[in-house]
T-cell receptor, first 115, second 112 residues
């Protein structure tokens, strides 16, 4: 049981390039989400999905796209990278649990630098 | 909307000292409350949680009590170790929501 996996661990992009951050989970969780972590800002929600075929925007969605064709995978696409997207990106998945708490399980993160 | 405010760090303590990290929240209804920990270079791990008022979450010697009257969920540990050095995040899940709202994190450094 690998939990939540993310690839790559590190990535450097030039301004204007596009790329996809991969996220997969093997726990059969319906809910998945993407966060970015910036110094002094905590974690901010980019996009989330409540099941295959269903996605929605979070707090900071601009410049990012997502899709959810399977329960397991939830890739995050950067359409045209900008230096403001330099950050650490975390994917998470969750399930209702005993009390409907939806505790989240996080991947190890992708550190992205845009030059 | 929902929000979480936690004490700003960094916090530096000597080994075996008592730890308190304050966390207060704003939310409608009865949210679920969480503390997550992030060790250097790693993702976030759930440390403890509480899903209703007066619940006490506990794990690895850490405790936090869900106080509805003061809208607080302060993290405490009686005797910290060097291995507790990490960033701690308070978070809430609003009633009827799937999403977590995080505080900005508190960096704890424990020195021998």
């Amino acid at each position: 049981n690998a939990g939540v996996t993310q690839t790559p661990k590190f990535q450097v992009l030039k301004t204007g390039q596009s790329m996809t951050l991969q996220c997969a989970q093997d726990m059969n969780h319906e809910y998945m989400s993407w966060y970015r972590q910036d110094p002094g800002m905590g974690l901010r929600l980019i996009h989330y999905s409540v099941g295959a075929g269903i996605t929605d925007q979070g707090e900071v969605p601009n410049g990012y796209n997502v899709s959810r064709s399977t329960t397991e995978d939830f890739p995050l696409r950067l359409l045209s990278a900008a230096p403001s997207q330099t950050s650490v990106y975390f994917c998470a998945s969750s399930y209702p649990g005993l009390a409907g708490a939806y505790e989240q399980y996080f991947g190890p993160g992708t550190r992205l630098t845009v030059t | 909307g929902d929000s979480v405010t936690q004490m700003e760090g960094p916090v530096t303590l000597s080994e075996e000292a008592f730890l308190t990290i304050n966390c207060t929240y704003t939310a409608t209804g009865y949210p679920s409350l969480f503390w997550y920990v992030q060790y250097p270079g790693e993702g976030l791990q759930l440390l403890l949680k509480a899903t209703k008022a007066d619940d006490k979450g506990s794990n690895k010697g850490f405790e936090a009590t869900y106080r509805k009257e003061t809208t607080s969920f302060h993290l405490e540990k009686g005797s910290v170790q060097v291995s507790d050095s990490a960033v701690y995040f308070c978070a809430l899940k609003g009633a009827g929501s799937y999403q977590l709202t995080f505080g900005k994190g508190t960096k704890l450094s424990v020195i021998p």
